[in-house]
């Protein structure tokens, strides 16, 4: 799997929009951009997904730049309960590394009141 | 409610004694993983399952052991040939596609 660089720590004003952003420049074609996030001392949580186009849910929206060499996850209005590790990871679940997720150190975001 | 379950959620153990972490989904998923978490770091894959009775070594396994019996269970035994298992475990699963990882809430192990 392609390895992925994160900022080590971000800040955000609560109800502002946080805009977390990773480099994935050796991507592969057939690579998906996973985003996952733990709060301290629980499992991670996944949160997004995408290929190539990007991609919104309940919870955040992925862009995906046109070469796909970066992503940014993008909280539109960020809470206090938003504080968290991020992680971005790159992973081609068909492949030979079946399943296997590789966790980078990750981003801290940290909401302030 | 769907999920997948890990007890106990702390676990104290001795020197030289082996301990048993759970893991339950109901989620019918096939495959199931198991990472460590070390203070500061990321996760890392110590085993994982593709299907019943099946299991595959991850990157750190050694001291480590695992059965899949059932579909639903996903056990991780730390065995005393761990020198360092002082961390906090996650179990996993996903479905059909593989793609998504869904986790359970952790177990944190301290020894003794």
């Known amino acids: 799997d392609a390895k992925t660089t994160q900022p080590p720590s971000m800040d955000c004003a609560e109800g502002r929009a946080a805009n977390l952003p990773c480099n994935h420049s050796?991507?592969?074609?057939?690579?998906?951009v996973y985003w996952y996030r733990q709060i301290h001392s629980q499992g991670p949580q996944y949160i997004i997904h995408?290929?190539?186009n990007n991609e919104t849910n309940e919870m955040a929206s992925l862009i995906i730049t046109e070469d796909r060499k970066s992503s940014t996850l993008i909280l539109p209005h960020a809470t206090l309960r938003d504080t968290a590790v991020y992680y971005c990871?790159?992973?081609?679940?068909?492949?030979?590394?079946?399943?296997?997720?590789?966790f980078g150190q990750g981003t801290i975001l940290t909401v302030h009141p | 409610d769907g999920g997948i379950t890990q007890s106990p959620k702390y676990l104290f153990r001795k020197e030289g004694q082996n301990v048993t972490l759970s893991c339950e989904q109901n989620?019918?998923?096939?495959?199931m993983y198991w990472y460590r978490q070390d203070p500061g770091q990321g996760l890392r894959l110590i085993y994982y399952?593709?299907?019943?009775?099946?299991?595959q070594k991850g990157d750190i396994a050694e001291g480590y052991s695992v059965s899949r019996e059932k579909k639903e269970s996903f056990p991780l035994t730390v065995t005393s040939a761990q020198k360092n298992p002082t961390a906090f475990y996650l179990c996993?699963?996903?479905?059909?596609?593989?793609?998504?990882?869904?986790f359970g809430p952790g177990t944190r192990l301290l020894v003794l």
């Open positions: 399952s593709q299907i019943v009775n099946d299991f």
């Open positions: 050796t991507i592969s074609g057939n690579e998906y």
């Open positions: 995408g290929l190539k």
């Open positions: 989620l019918n998923h096939d495959a």
């Open positions: 996993a699963s996903s479905g059909p596609g593989l793609e998504t990882q869904y």
């Open positions: 990871i790159v992973h081609n679940a068909g492949g030979t590394s079946y399943g296997k997720l590789t």
